[in-house]
T-cell receptor
Framework: KAGVTQTPRYLIKTRGQQVTLSCSPI?????VSWYQQTPGQGLQFLFE???????NKGNFPGRFSGRQFSNSRSEMNVSTLELGDSALYLC?????????????FGPGTRLTVT | GENVEQHPSTLSVQEGDSAVIKCTYS??????FPWYKQELGKGPQLIID?????GEKKDQRIAVTLNKTAKHFSLHITETQPEDSAVYFCAARPGFQKLVFGTGTRLL
């Protein structure tokens, strides 16, 4: 059974640009969550999608957005990039994202903003 | 909402010794408590989890205990080996809400 995959693995962008990251969940998983990880801030929750609907949202500005497709694949977009957006962006999937559902992470996309 | 505190932030042990990482949570509705291990350059890997109706769970050298009354849970690693060096995260989920993570422990 394939795990969670994320593309691209590494990305270098310039301030002001926008970026789109992609996540393919484990087959059969319908919940996809996104996290930002920086050395000083740990795992910061961005948002969660379930059945193409955003179900939970973290405390991030509107420059961060996402969507989920009918096959449960998800994308997140960051517009008008800032230096502080440099981080490891992690995607995680679970069956339904509730109760005792196990959540599995992908390898992450390392974004560097210059 | 749920708040998870994790201690210590760094833990240094000798090979062969035991390591214990502790977490406390605030929401009594939390019923699921996973632990993740993150190695350098990789995403967090689920290593063990415990449900609120269980007090202890073991998997080889790893064990997790849960004290619902005190609202704390712990990860125990016995006979530590060099490959156990990583950052460990605890998490809690209150019912139908999202997972809330601790701040991580770097095990050396």
């Amino acid at each position: 059974k394939a795990g969670v995959t994320q593309t691209p693995r590494y990305l270098i962008k310039t301030r002001g640009q926008q970026v789109t990251l992609s996540c393919s969940p484990i087959s059969g998983h319908r919940s996809v969550s996104w996290y930002q990880q920086t050395p000083g801030q740990g795992l910061q929750f961005l948002f969660e999608y379930f059945s193409e609907t955003q179900r939970n949202k973290g405390n991030f500005p509107g420059r961060f957005s996402g969507r989920q497709f009918s096959n449960s694949r998800s994308e997140m977009n960051v517009s008008t990039l800032e230096l502080g957006d440099s981080a490891l962006y992690l995607c995680a999937s679970s069956l339904n994202g509730q109760g005792v559902d196990e959540q599995y992470f992908g390898p992450g996309t390392r974004l560097t903003v210059t | 909402g749920e708040n998870v505190e994790q201690h210590p932030s760094t833990l240094s042990v000798q090979e062969g010794d035991s390591a214990v990482i502790k977490c406390t949570y605030s929401d009594s509705a939390s019923n699921y408590f996973p632990w993740y291990k993150q190695e350098l350059g990789k995403g967090p890997q689920l290593i063990i989890d415990i449900r609120s109706n269980v007090g202890e769970k073991k998997d080889q050298r790893i064990a997790v205990t849960l004290n619902k009354t005190a609202k704390h849970f712990s990860l125990h690693i016995t006979e530590t080996q060099p490959e156990d060096s990583a950052v460990y995260f605890c998490a809690a989920r209150p019912g139908f809400q999202k997972l809330v993570f601790g701040t991580g422990t770097r095990l050396l």
